[in-house]
């Protein structure tokens, strides 16, 4: 991966959930780093890729 990737990962704003947990009561069940290693194996098995949204439209 391009260095500048991983530059603009570090710069990634934090989430504050505070309102949500306050307002909704609302709880985090996953740390941020089991979500982003989700997110990562799901790239890397193509997870969703026969969704509507990530199958692409064919234009023309």
Do not use: N, Y
């Not at 391009?2 to 996953?30: K, N, Q, Y």
């Not at 740390?31 to 194996?41: D, G, H, N, P």
């Amino acid at each position: 991966a391009s260095p500048h990737l991983f530059d603009a990962v570090l710069r990634l704003p934090i989430m504050d959930c505070t309102r949500a947990r306050v307002e909704l009561g609302w709880r985090a069940t996953r740390t941020a780093t089991e979500v982003l290693e989700e997110f990562l194996r799901g790239l890397q098995e193509g997870a969703g890729a026969a969704t509507e949204p990530m199958r692409g439209r064919k234009v023309g």
